[in-house]
């Protein structure tokens, strides 16, 4: 099983701020890798799929990269609606396994 | 609009069974394989099982094999799981997941439908 491991586990910022969130994979996944957003009580949302490629309606703002072991999330310029936890998710191997998430909260 | 609704969730005590439905709508369900992804309270995701779009591939994670079946109904549109012998570490909220790219089996998950809480507890 591939396990993700995400740094740091809070991450605290203001509006306005980059950010940048990592994913470490425990053997690589290729281009395989996926980002999601949570709120709380909602449902997690896709932001990124296969490294980079945004989802449909996801701000600009929002990037990923990386490739093999080691991913990034970056947040350009926060909004306050970025707030919430971030997971991400290899679809390499199975079984499909996610990260046990990063918490973006306000500073 | 896609759109999933769970149901079934439940108090359950260890041991017994509950079956989660997943009911989908605004898109051609018989093209997408489909997932059950879980959240047990203040904890993070964990990926249960799925199914391909014809049933032909199954898998689920290690800690539910030979306790859960998923199955699913392409002419009721709907997804299920029935979870046998559960446990207190079942307890979660679980979510019903589309597999976005038609015909394949396990990618990522887009959309999410908003989950059925499942309370294993004596």
């Known amino acids: 099983e591939i396990v993700l491991t995400q740094s740091p586990a809070i991450l605290s910022l203001s509006p306005g701020e980059r950010a940048t969130l990592s994913c470490r994979a425990s053997?690589?996944?290729?281009?395989?890798l996926a980002w999601y957003q949570q709120k709380p009580g909602r449902a997690p949302r896709l932001l990124i799929h296969?490294?980079?490629n945004r989802a449909t309606g996801i701000p600009v703002r929002f990037s990923g990269s990386g490739s093999g072991t080691d991913f990034t999330l970056t947040i350009s310029s926060l909004e306050p609606e970025d707030f919430a936890v971030y997971y991400c998710q290899q679809h390499s191997s199975w079984p499909r396994t996610f990260g046990q998430g990063t918490k973006l909260e306000i500073k | 609009e896609v759109q999933l609704v769970e149901s079934g969730g439940g108090l359950v005590q260890p041991g017994r069974s509950l079956r989660l439905s997943c009911a989908a709508s605004?898109?051609?369900?018989?093209?997408?394989?489909m997932h059950w992804v879980r959240q047990a309270p203040g904890k993070g995701l964990e990926w249960v099982s799925g199914i391909s779009w014809n049933s032909g591939k199954i898998d689920y994670t290690d800690s539910v094999k030979g306790r859960f079946t998923i199955s699913r109904d392409n002419a009721k549109k709907s997804l299920y799981l029935q979870m046998d012998s559960l446990k207190t570490e079942d307890t979660a909220l679980y979510y019903c997941?589309?597999?976005?790219?038609?015909?394949?089996?396990?990618?990522?998950?887009?959309?999410w439908g908003q989950g059925t809480l499942v309370i294993v507890s004596s």
């Open positions: 605004g898109f051609t369900f018989d093209d997408h394989a």
């Open positions: 053997q690589s996944v290729s281009s395989y």
């Open positions: 296969d490294t980079s």
């Open positions: 997941a589309k597999d976005p790219l038609p015909g394949l089996f396990g990618n990522w998950f887009d959309p």
